[in-house]
């Protein structure tokens, strides 16, 4: 089929400022019905090595510090303090509260590319039938819960990091800023040391509670989330990943089945500002395009379009009335109408 013949309306989907979500057609019906996305703990992403990308990155980034003046000591106690977690399995200060949400992120991941032929390797196999949900970036999105909390400190879309040099260096730089903030702390120690022994307090006593082992269990657990949050084996660089993250939402957490059991997860709507808390009560969500994957019907187009009308989302330009105008007039406006395409890969589904 002719690229001409495979695109529905519009277009060439990437001209579209949009940051396009990979799903399957049944995962959008779930979507549109309860106008929310999922975002997932970072723990638990599809991508099992995450996790042990980002622990290797962050190791070697102490080590680095090990060879700097000024972090030596914040270093040597990072890694020091990182094993005794490792090897107590997280649970080294008897809180297993603290322990899951200190270093926890939610993740809804997108991608740059409205048409990626490696994601519809994943989505749009066997049975599966997939689309890529175009999202508008700029709209605001928040955390669905129906309780009385705060907003939440959440980050807009930005790219997940793939080369480990970058990687590197952002981990690095991360973690300078957390060892400033344990130098400051542990001359405060040392000045408190000095003042308790000299007033005859016993020198285990006066050193037993410091405030620089503080930063290690929550300056350096939430650094290590973020770097968590944007790291990702560099076999992965043809996803083009994009990325919301929300640290500690264990407000909101709701669970769905995975390869391991139920995942944590958290529902993110339309809000009026990043990170804001929204009822179920909310906007539709900013879902401008659709792009459905190469091994699709041409039925499956129609199921989007009948799943989109059927959640009050519009496919037709809406009657704009401009009641300023000298005889009022009416024009009619595409501006929020939900663009179709079709992927242009030949495909061969395996």
Same mark, same amino acid.
């Given at each position: 089929?002719?690229?001409?013949?495979?695109?529905?309306?519009?277009?060439?989907?990437?001209?579209?400022?949009?940051?396009?979500?990979?799903?399957?057609?049944?995962?959008?019906?779930?979507?549109?019905?309860?106008?929310?996305?999922?975002?997932?703990?970072?723990?638990?992403?599809?991508?099992?090595?995450?996790?042990?990308?980002?622990? *290797?990155?962050?190791?070697?980034?102490?080590?680095?510090?090990?060879?700097?003046?000024?972090?030596?000591?914040?270093?040597?106690?990072?890694?020091?303090?990182?094993?005794?977690?490792?090897?107590?399995?997280?649970?080294?200060?008897?809180?297993?509260?603290?322990?899951?949400?200190?270093?926890?992120?939610?993740?809804?991941?997108?991608?740059?590319?409205?048409?990626?032929?490696?994601?519809?390797?994943?989505?749009?196999?066997?049975?599966?039938?997939?689309?890529?949900?175009?999202?508008?970036?700029?709209?605001?999105?928040?955390?669905?819960?129906?309780?009385?909390?705060?907003?939440?400190?959440?980050?807009?879309?930005?790219?997940?990091?793939?080369?480990?040099?970058?990687?590197?260096?952002?981990?690095?730089?991360?973690?300078?800023?957390?060892?400033?903030?344990?130098?400051?702390?542990?001359?405060?120690?040392?000045?408190?040391?000095?003042?308790?022994?000299?007033?005859?307090?016993?020198?285990?006593?006066?050193?037993?509670?410091?405030?620089?082992?503080?930063?290690?269990?929550?300056?350096?657990?939430?650094?290590?989330?973020?770097?968590?949050?944007?790291?990702?084996?560099?076999?992965?660089?043809? *996803?083009?990943?994009?990325?919301?993250?929300?640290?500690?939402?264990?407000?909101?957490?709701?669970?769905?089945?995975?390869?391991?059991?139920?995942?944590?997860?958290?529902?993110?709507?339309?809000?009026?500002?990043?990170?804001?808390?929204?009822?179920?009560?909310?906007?539709?969500?900013?879902?401008?395009?659709?792009?459905?994957?190469?091994?699709?019907?041409?039925?499956?187009?129609?199921?989007?379009?009948?799943?989109?009308?059927?959640?009050?989302?519009?496919?037709?330009?809406?009657?704009?009335?401009?009641?300023?105008?000298?005889?009022?007039?009416?024009?009619?406006?595409?501006?929020?109408?939900?663009?179709?395409?079709?992927?242009?890969?030949?495909?061969?589904?395996?």
């Amino acid at each position: 089929m002719a690229q001409s013949e495979r695109v529905l309306n519009g277009n060439d989907p990437a001209s579209l400022p949009l940051v396009w979500h990979y799903t399957t057609l049944d995962s959008l019906q779930l979507i549109l019905e309860s106008g929310s996305l999922m975002a997932t703990e970072v723990s638990y992403q599809n991508d099992p090595r995450e996790p042990e990308t980002a622990n *290797e990155v962050i190791h070697e980034a102490l080590q680095t510090l090990q060879g700097e003046k000024r972090y030596a000591a914040f270093a040597t106690d990072a890694i020091r303090w990182r094993k005794q977690e490792h090897d107590s399995n997280g649970f080294i200060m008897g809180d297993a509260t603290g322990a899951l949400i200190n270093g926890s992120r939610f993740i809804f991941c997108a991608s740059v590319d409205p048409d990626n032929l490696y994601a519809w390797r994943t989505y749009a196999a066997g049975s599966q039938v997939g689309c890529a949900i175009g999202l508008d970036p700029l709209v605001p999105l928040g955390v669905v819960s129906d309780t009385d909390q705060a907003d939440v400190p959440m980050t807009s879309w930005r790219p997940v990091i793939y080369g480990e040099d970058e990687l590197l260096a952002y981990a690095t730089d991360r973690l300078r800023a957390v060892g400033d903030v344990w130098n400051a702390a542990d001359a405060e120690d040392q000045v408190h040391v000095r003042r308790q022994v000299a007033a005859g307090v016993p020198h285990a006593d006066a050193a037993s509670d410091p405030t620089s082992f503080a930063v290690l269990v929550t300056d350096l657990a939430s650094a290590a989330s973020e770097v968590t949050a944007v790291a990702k084996h560099a076999s992965f660089r043809d *996803e083009r990943e994009t990325r919301l993250t929300v640290p500690d939402a264990s407000f909101a957490v709701t669970f769905s089945p995975g390869r391991s059991g139920p995942r944590p997860r958290i529902r993110l709507g339309t809000a009026a500002r990043w990170g804001q808390v929204v009822s179920t009560d909310r906007a539709p969500l900013p879902i401008r395009a659709i792009t459905i994957a190469p091994n699709a019907s041409r039925d499956a187009a129609r199921t989007a379009q009948w799943l989109l009308l059927a959640n009050g989302y519009p496919l037709d330009p809406v009657a704009v009335f401009d009641e300023d105008a000298d005889q009022p007039t009416m024009r009619w406006d595409s501006t929020p109408v939900i663009k179709f395409f079709t992927s242009t890969h030949p495909y061969r589904d395996v």
